[in-house]
């Protein structure tokens, strides 16, 4: 009998276990949604609600909620944990099971976290339990009713500011204007004011109908048809056209138009590729974006950090609750050595032909003025600048486009400094020496077809004479003496074949053993032909050795309060040399026979450089010439100017070139000391 007793009780334990094995648990449940949520996969969140959570909101409409709020608020870095608690919690009177979890995301409005509380309740469905989620509009945020909206609002930072050294803007915040249509205002004869805008703007009508058959408009909506400068003569005419309105706006303006184009470039509203590749650096659709030039390379500097509110409101708009809020972080400005009036100047000087200049304090290394010509207006871009214009742009065979002075070019004569220093400090040149040249051309025994050919027909020259006369057969010489390996050395002492240190890529200067692949290939080196480049700064650059006692200054963009020398390469020539080359310089300025003299300056004293590079594919033939000249005030050197001009085979070479450089020293020193 006791025996039978144990055996009942046995199987009504099993019976009883059974039953509780139909149960499921609800803690895999609980954190499947978390998870589905987490990755907001919204479609499965809805399929785990009751039966009574579904009935109070549709599909559709659950997944459209959660799609626009938490892309409304930028939601990123979603972290939705449950808190499981070390026993399984108990149901209430209703059958319902409640879990606490944890909430952290980071938003437009910045981190969001908070704790909130979800109830489960066991239902069967398909003859299979399960546990299902109890919704509610507050497991969207907490606090949240039926009828209420999330609002977000962007507080956008203010770009920083690139100032001159003297805090002159060359990138600013400013205003424009919005030219536009409110159709309800238009004249009876609105076809007649339309093609009037078109006319004045320089845009097809076609352009403004479009604009006015959008989907979105309206009779007392503004259209916004082409945003113009706040300075554009066109304004006044546009203003005059019945029913066309204008609204201000912000946006970024560049005072010094093409003088600085190529220095500052331009920024563009975001396009969804980027916008794909940044948004988790916080940047919006609405965001604009560096693209070239300065506002590119100090894009981290200046854009600074949005802020924005998200707010919880009924059904009026009154506001229920603040989710979260960050304040706007304006971006930081950048102050600059350049100085726009020296810009202005050169820019001037250039703006008819096609070239680049650079100016530096060869003390201290500060870039001073980086010019490029012809250029462009980065307003244009900014505003949204016309297919057709841009195709001129694109089209002109001046390149107004091609930022010259971050490419190298042969440097014709004025590299014959260098090539004197390094045949002093090899010994392979004696300054003193009378070389005995006759006529224009000279032929080293053994070559072919191959000449060298000087201007002046001087019959011996030593080493003052052929930089004042700019002898070529001189230095071509000297680069035969010196030798292809100890002439590719002692260009990299100064600088060639290596990154020049600096903010801005260049094109780095240079001059290879490969690119020496022949005797008369060494002998064009030595007048700065054959196949070494420089660009415009590292040519300003390679005479501060003259100045310093031989070492290269490194050069510097943004403004120091106290500014000093940085060295780039040290002891580059011996003072003795800096000192002879410094000399030689000053005649080839300063004496009536040296080929920098005309027009002679009073009371400034200059040294320089001039040189005249052939750009020809065949021996023989006339081919375009490109001018230079370098030069530095003598006395206390504070400004060294090299600039290059392209085409000047008939406008007399680098004669062409010194006065316009002369020029700018003697309105600058006079009128504008650098401070």
Known sequence: MKQRLGIMLIALLLMVIAGCSDSPNP?????????????????????????SSKKAIKKDDFVKKYSAIYGGIKAQKISIKPAIPKEEPEPDKNGNITYTYNVKMDTVAGPVSYKHKIKMKEQEKNDKKNWYINWDYSQIFPGMEKGDKVRVQTNKAKRGEILDRNGNGLAVNGMAYQVGIVPQNLPDKKEASKEELAKVLGIDKKTIDNALNASWVQPGFFVPVKTIAEDDPRLKKVEKIKGISTQSIETRVYPYKEAASHLTGFVQPIKADELKKLQSQGYESTDVIGRRGLEKFYEKQLRGTNGGVIRIVDSAENEKRKVAEKEAVDGKSVTLNIDMYLQSDLYNQMKKDVGTASAINPKTGEVLALVNSPGFDPNDFVLGISSSKYQSLEKDPKQPMLNRFAYTYAPGSTFKPITASIGLETNKLDPNKEVQISGKKWQKKGWDKKFVTRVAT???VDLEKALMYSDNIYFAQTALAIGKDDMVKGAEKFGFNEDIPFELDFENSSLTKDDINSEGMLADTGYGQGRVEMNILHLGLSYTPFINNGNLIAPKLEKEDKPEEKIWKKNVISPETASRIRSDLVKVVEDKRGTGYKPPLKNLVLAGKTGTAELKSKIGEKGKENGYFVAFNQKDPSLLISMMIEGVQDKGG?????????????????????R
Not at 657 to 669: D, G
């Open 27 to 51: 803690e895999p449940r609980i954190k499947d949604y978390m998870k589905n949520w987490q990755s907001m996969n919204f479609n499965k969140m809805y399929d785990m609600l009751s039966d």
């Open 458 to 460: 001087v019959p011996s």
């Open 654 to 674: 680098s004669h062409y070139v010194v006065p316009k450089v002369k020029n700018t020293f003697k309105s600058y020193m006079k009128e504008k000391p650098l």
